[in-house]
Structure formats: C-alpha cells, structure tokens
C-alpha cells in the first residue's frame, strides 16, 4: 500500500488542523492505521492509530481529548483532527499502515510525512 499524507501547515497555538492519508489500492479496509511524528532533534513518536473498521482507536496521552483519530474505507483515507494545538506539537506527521491488530509500533507502510508548525 502507498501512502500521501497532506493537510499540514503553520497555525496559531489554540487552533486546529485536519491531516489526511490517501491510500493506494483495494485492501484499504484490511489495515490497521496509524499516525507519528517527529519533532526537530526528537525521535519518531506515535501519536495515534485505529483498527480496520474504526471501532477502536488508541492515542498517546499527550494528544488525548485533543486529537482525533478517523477513517473513510470508501474514500481509503485516514484523517487526524487536531484540536487546541500547542506548540509542542510541532512536528513531521506521517500515516503509516499495518496488518493485524492497533498497536504503537511495528508498522510496515509509511507515507512521506506533512509538516505542522504551531506557533505561540
């Protein structure tokens, strides 16, 4: 599966983005998806992910009640809303996809990452 995340951008602390992850090809539905990212000098993080048919999702602490995690199966994307930005959030985001069951890591697809830059 290939994998085109966009959405990102520069924004005021306090203000909100939508990512999205477009997905090539058929089997879309079959795999588990997942957003990271990376801040300057940081290692890769994960922020969220969600199952094949959205019902569970699972969020990194630092983003919960924030960040919200959502997928469109007929439109084979995966979005992240990203609500009450702060400046440490400030990073590469990239979408990646996988087989099997939500997890935080060991995940075999990646996009090639959108920068959100949130200022104080």
């Known amino acids: 599966v290939q994998l085109q995340a966009s959405g990102g951008g520069l924004v005021q602390a306090g203000g909100s983005l939508r990512l999205s992850c477009a997905a090539s090809g058929r089997t879309f539905s079959s795999y588990v998806m997942g957003w990271f990212r990376q801040a300057p000098g940081k290692e890769r993080e994960f922020v969220a992910t969600?199952?094949?048919?959205?019902?569970?999702?699972v969020y990194t602490d630092s983003v919960k009640g924030r960040f919200t995690i959502s997928r469109d199966n007929a439109k084979n994307t995966v979005y992240l809303q990203m609500n009450s930005l702060k400046p440490e959030d400030t990073a590469v985001y990239y979408c990646?996809?996988?087989?099997?069951?939500?997890?935080?890591?060991?995940?075999?697809?990646w996009g090639q990452g959108t920068q959100v830059t949130v200022s104080s």
């Open positions: 969600i199952a094949q048919s959205g019902g569970s999702t």
């Open positions: 990646a996809a996988t087989r099997g069951v939500p997890r935080r890591d060991g995940y075999d697809y």
